[in-house]
């Protein structure tokens, strides 16, 4: 067998296992509308660790696709989370609605920087990404800081909380992953032909 059919069958093996894994991903996220806490909880931790929005930020040929298929189940998550906010007299509860305005601002940032990744190889482009991804880590921290505080009494509260702090934290998982691999990228990008610098000089 030689080396080019030999990477074209590498190749084809890993977009038909990539394929199976958004295939599955899709069938989970189209199922939580209603879902319960150990569902919703299930759908974020069969994204956590799978590669997927590794492999669209550093990959040009990998499809964007599976972001569309993950931004289907934050939605459902979201509702979940507003549905189960409020009080007895159907009050909403301002930390969790404020708490998962923001990590949701904070998912669409990351996955438009995902994008921009794809795009840019120039190592001040991905400082500037790196910078970029850990504003949005740092406005999501600050997003669920009050929520962390708070005390819920009402069991459809508690499960709301529990269902925002989950999501927050897979982005923020994701995104320390992905700066990691950003800055990894900066090392083997910065040229290295410079002229020897000499102390003094």
């Known amino acids: 067998m ?32 209603g879902a319960t806490v150990p ?15 590794d492999a669209i930020a550093f990959s040009k040929g990998t499809s964007t696709s599976p972001l569309d298929t993950w931004n289907l189940g934050f939605v459902q998550a979201k509702t979940f989370v507003i549905d189960n906010s409020k009080n007895l007299v159907g009050m ?13 601002k904070g998912n669409m940032d990351l996955i438009n920087t995902i994008k921009v990744i794809r795009a840019v ?11 970029t991804l850990q504003t949005i880590k740092n406005n999501i921290n600050n997003a669920i800081i ?9 069991e459809n509260k508690k499960n709301a909380k529990t269902v925002v ?8 998982k994701t995104i320390n992953r992905i700066n990691g691999k950003v800055l990894e990228k900066m090392r083997t990008s910065a040229p290295t032909d410079l002229p020897p610098v000499y102390p003094g000089k």
Do not use: C, H
């Open 2 to 33: 030689n080396l080019e059919r030999y990477v074209l069958i590498k190749k084809g093996i890993l977009m038909k296992k990539q394929s199976m894994i958004l295939a599955g991903l899709l069938v989970v996220a189209s199922g939580l509308q």
């Open 165 to 172: 702090l989950a999501l927050a934290a897979f982005l923020e």
């Open 146 to 154: 009050k929520l962390n505080k708070a005390t819920m009494t009402l």
């Open 39 to 53: 569902e919703i909880q299930t759908f974020i931790t069969k994204w956590d660790g799978n590669g997927v929005f």
């Open 92 to 104: 909403k509860d301002s930390d969790l609605t404020n708490a998962i305005a923001g990590v949701e």
């Open 121 to 131: 190889s120039n190592p001040n482009d991905l400082q500037k990404q790196s910078n």
